[in-house]
């Protein structure tokens, strides 16, 4: 049995509606992004402070402070320095872990859950308005056929 790759057409080949789609997508998230960025100010917030409300409730239990830097793709130090601005505004709490002292884990406080749900409930109407084009935008990237190598067996 001889055993071979048949090559399909290259992948490194792009064409102009493989320029558009990508293109388009990346339209489509700047405008669900910006408009995330100006809730949260509008909420009183930094984009990086809503961010972590949302990863701190999404997350089961309560997160340490080197999973919600993985979370916000954000530096170990640059993640503290963030919980501290919002434990100081009353967002978020923090205490020791009781089984490894070394880790901190970080809740919502009352004040960050109500924020949170607010921002949140914008965040689903908006993208119930303008998730269909976003939807639509990742359709047309995934439409593009794979063009691996396939292998096929000679007896």
């Known amino acids: ?7 399909e057409p290259p ?10 789609a990508l293109a388009e997508f990346r339209y489509q ?4 992004l910006r408009f995330s960025e100006q809730a949260a100010q509008r909420a009183g917030l930094e984009p990086a402070q809503h961010q972590l409300l949302l990863a701190v409730k999404a997350y089961a239990g309560e997160p340490t402070v ?5 979370r916000l793709q954000l530096r170990h130090h640059s993640t503290v320095e963030l919980i ?4 100081e505004c009353g967002l978020v709490g923090r205490k ?17 859950e109500a924020v949170l749900r607010k921002l949140s409930l914008e965040h689903r109407s908006e993208i119930g308005s303008a998730g269909s084009a976003l ?3 990742l359709q047309a990237i995934l439409a593009r056929p ?7 067996d000679e007896t």
Not at 1 to 7: C, D, G, S, V
Not at 66 to 70: T, V, W, Y
Not at 84 to 87: G, P, T
Not at 96 to 112: N, S, Y
């Open 1 to 7: 049995m001889i055993r071979y790759l048949k090559k």
């Open 11 to 20: 992948t490194d080949q792009l064409t102009a509606a493989d320029y558009q």
């Open 29 to 32: 998230i700047r405008r669900f």
């Open 66 to 70: 080197g999973g919600l830097a993985e």
């Open 84 to 87: 501290d601005r919002m434990s």
């Open 96 to 112: 020791r872990a009781e089984g490894d002292r070394r880790q901190v884990r970080v809740r919502l406080t009352r004040k960050g």
């Open 135 to 137: 939807a639509a935008a």
């Open 146 to 152: 794979a063009c691996d190598a396939t292998r096929h």
